[in-house]
């Protein structure tokens, strides 16, 4: 989310769903946008702002999301082309998102699949969110990678965050959700995907 797709309608679609069941207002684009990030239930929290029962708005909203997770999420104009890239250069990838994981999977079954994802990892009960770092790391071990030879690419401070601590470089993309400030403590930020491979590919 952010990233590689631009799934912020599917997400604002559910929770204006999940909202409306309990007499709320949707929040505006500008206010989704700060809002995700740190998982469903933290987006659901921020939304209800104590108005409602949050566990019921959160129960409703992955209701909602689930029925319908990729009707108007799409890659990214130009992401297939700089996957394509990076791909014909060797490069493996993986996804660390903080939506569930099989949501995660569907999304990356569904979208990504003509590209090299060898590890595709979602929010699971038993693992910390970013930005803790062991999902970052379990990644690298799994693709039997040191995680200094990585590139953590995000749209967020959690993500910026999320690298530091995981060890990786960090790649800030500004076409994303979060506002382009929020990445001042990245290695390196980018602002269109035609420079994501030469990004990567120059630090590598």
């Known amino acids: 989310d952010g990233t590689l797709v631009d799934s912020l309608d599917d997400i604002g679609a559910a929770l204006a769903a999940a909202l409306a069941d309990h007499g709320l207002p949707a929040p505006t684009d500008a206010a989704l946008r700060d809002m995700i990030g740190l998982g469903?239930?933290?987006?659901?929290?921020?939304?209800?702002?104590?108005?409602?029962?949050?566990?019921?708005?959160?129960d409703r909203f992955r209701a909602a999301y689930r029925a319908r997770p990729i009707a108007a999420t799409r890659l990214y104009d130009?992401?297939?082309?700089?996957?394509?890239?990076?791909?014909?250069?060797?490069?493996?990838?993986?996804?660390?998102?903080?939506?569930?994981?099989?949501?995660?999977?569907?999304?990356?079954?569904?979208l990504l699949a003509e590209w090299p994802f060898?590890?595709?990892?979602?929010?699971?009960?038993e693992l910390p969110l970013k930005p803790d770092p062991t999902v970052a790391l379990?990644?690298?071990?799994?693709?039997?990678?040191?995680?200094t030879q990585c590139a953590f690419v995000g749209d967020s401070a959690v993500d910026?965050?999320?690298?530091?601590?995981?060890?990786m470089r960090a790649i800030g993309v500004s076409w994303g959700f979060r506002p382009r400030a929020e990445l001042a403590d990245a290695d390196r930020v980018i602002d269109a995907p035609s420079a994501l491979a030469a990004a990567i590919l120059a630090d590598g």
Do not use: M, W
């Not at 379990?138 to 995680?147: I, K, Q």
């Open 118 to 125: 060898a590890a595709v990892y979602g929010a699971r009960p």
């Open 138 to 147: 379990c990644c690298a071990d799994e693709l039997g990678v040191a995680p």
């Open 78 to 110: 130009g992401i297939a082309a700089a996957l394509t890239q990076l791909a014909a250069a060797g490069l493996t990838f993986a996804i660390v998102s903080n939506k569930p994981h099989d949501l995660t999977q569907h999304l990356a079954a569904r």
């Open 40 to 58: 469903a239930r933290v987006l659901v929290e921020r939304a209800v702002a104590g108005r409602a029962d949050p566990t019921a708005v959160l």
């Open 160 to 167: 910026v965050a999320t690298a530091r601590a995981a060890a």
